[in-house]
């Protein structure tokens, strides 16, 4: 199914098209036939030519309506645009664009309709133009008579030609449902209605409620009008749910697949389109949802929008700023950042300005992470950015470098404190977490790798290297010093019994933890499995012998008993093809 909105100024002939396309009424309510106009949302479907189903939600044209024209076209990827014939280009018209090009929608059609009044010609020359300027870029072109029903034909295959365009969407993502009708049916209880862009939803699916999170059961779906067990967007879904009362649920209210979605009041986003004064009082319209936002500039093209109340938003959603004093559209908004940092500091606005304008409303994981340091692997799926590394404890993704300047942060910390406590035994795991800013003390166990280990919860240096004869510590730590510029690159036989390192001496420097052993005669630093797990994570999956040895820039001496090792510590998994891929990230070993 595909669902298509309709855009254009009052009376221009919208519904009159709907409804000779469909045959079905797309003006609900009596007030609306009374006054032969649209109000409110409509809703009505056909089969085109090919066989594609295809679902309109008919928005009103009048300015006082523009709202309610909003939440429909919010989440439709495309649109049939229309203009009169004997009206041409009317205000409305190009506020129905402007609101289109905000939001993005790239596909569309143009319908020059009541061309039985009027030569269509200029009101097309005219629309065409227009609209070729915005996100919705050339397009198609029908005259069409909504009453004589000339044209029909050629608009219904040039329907069809658009919908051929539309990309698939994903039916395994993550389901917002932005809601646009709810109501009760007498022994059914709530029904709520919206354009599915994307995901799945079935029956007995356990959906949270935004705003809040309360949890809400599909009971039963309906799709066009017909029971379905579960529908995929694109397509128009009304849900009949259990747990949720009418008065819980509203146009913009959504309906969420647990623990995908941030919920968020507080949002940085790049502006488009804007005047050069934007007034600070502002509604931001977005999906089904219209909120009051206050709005405070950051740069030239940027700002920071606080809500009256939360929305379920990730990076790169689209939206737009209305002026509800002056009934206008101010600007356009894609969402660069759904958990900004605050800006209390002094100077801290303009280097946030200056970050902003380097980001593009593109999820970007590795970005993301370097910005934050830290994140919560759900939390950045949660704001449409893949973790671009495994965990390196619970659910805790780290930026590599942020990762390693900790890691010293550590050594340090504890070495002050043993020199300022000769006595102590170490620095309580707590005292390093805050030393550190850290969020969670099992981040402290991870960073604690040799020569530092967590002992009765304390950070302790734990070489027995003090126990190697001075000779075979200096050879180990010559070694080590290697290691640390190229860590795949184990020292050949050669290189140990130059440094007069044999058999005895290595495997006292492994019971030391200054090494660790791969294999026969093969020697990394101890922490060498986690750092090729996290260089593994950045390859294509499966991947082969060869693609990992080059990622990391060693030899098959040294790559094939490494992967061995990680297969069995079960950080990776062999397939029947010999091609590797990552395991899960399941908890990793804390005392690794
Ligand atoms: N002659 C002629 N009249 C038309 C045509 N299309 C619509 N009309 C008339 O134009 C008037 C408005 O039509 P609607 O379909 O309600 O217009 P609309 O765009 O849906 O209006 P809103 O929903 O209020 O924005 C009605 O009186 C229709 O009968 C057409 O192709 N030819
Ligand atoms: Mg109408």
Known sequence: ?????????????????????????????????????????????????????????????????????????????????????????????????????????????????????????????????????????????????????????????????????????????????????????????????????????????????????????????????????????????????????????????????????????????????????????????????????????????????????????????????????????????????VRPPPLGRRGAAATRATELSTMDGVPDGSAELRRRGLARAGELRSMGAEPPYPPVVGDWVADPGRWAALRRALADAVATHAAAHPLAHGLPVEAARRRLGLPDPRLVTALATAPLTVRDGRVVVATAAPALPDQVREAVEAVRRELSAAPFAAPEAHRLAELGLGIRELAAAVRAGALTRVADGVYLLPDAPATAARVLATLPEPFTLSAARQALGTSRRVAVPLLELLDASGTTERLPDSSRRLRPAAEPNTSS
Not at 104 to 119: C, E, I, S
Not at 143 to 164: E, K
């Open 1 to 337: 199914m595909h669902v298509v909105a309709t855009a254009g100024h009052v009376d221009h002939g919208k519904s009159t098209l709907v409804r000779a396309l469909t045959g079905m009424e797309p003006d609900r309510w009596a007030e609306e036939r009374r006054r032969g106009m649209t109000i409110d949302l409509g809703f009505a479907w056909t089969d085109l030519p090919s066989g594609q189903t295809v679902a309109f939600v008919d928005v009103p044209g009048h300015e006082r309506f523009v709202g309610n024209m909003l939440a429909g076209v919010g989440p439709v990827p495309a649109v049939l645009f229309v203009v009169a014939a004997d009206e041409g280009w009317m205000p409305q018209s190009a506020e129905h664009l402007a609101a289109l090009h905000a939001l993005g929608v790239a596909h569309g059609l143009l319908a020059v309709t009541r061309a039985d009044r009027a030569d269509p010609d200029p009101a097309r020359d005219r629309a065409l133009a227009e609209i070729a300027a915005s996100s919705l870029g050339p397009v198609a072109a029908v005259a069409v008579s909504g009453v004589t029903g000339a044209g029909l034909d050629r608009l219904g295959a040039a329907l069809d030609r658009m919908v051929a365009r539309l990309p698939a969407p994903d039916p395994a993502a993550p389901v917002r449902l932005w809601v646009d009708r709810a109501f009760t049916i007498r022994g059914s209880g709530t029904v709520v209605t919206g354009t599915l862009p994307a995901g799945t939803v079935a029956v007995g699916d356990e959906l949270r409620l935004a705003p809040g999170g309360r949890p809400a059961v599909v009971r039963a779906i309906q799709s066009l009008g017909r029971s379905r067990t579960q529908v995929s967007g694109t397509a128009r879904v009304a849900a009949n749910l259990r747990g949720v009362r009418l008065d819980e649920v509203g146009r913009g209210s959504a309906l969420l697949s647990p623990d995908r979605w941030l919920q968020t009041d507080l949002l940085d986003v790049r502006l488009s389109d804007q005047p050069t004064r934007l007034p600070a009082e502002l509604t931001l319209h977005l999906g089904a949802a219209a909120v009051p936002a206050r709005l405070r500039p950051l740069g030239t093209d940027a700002a920071r929008l606080r809500l009256a109340r939360p929305l379920p938003l990730r990076i790169g959603d689209r939206g737009l700023l209305r002026d509800p004093g002056k009934r206008q559209i101010v600007a356009g908004i894609a969402v660069l950042d």
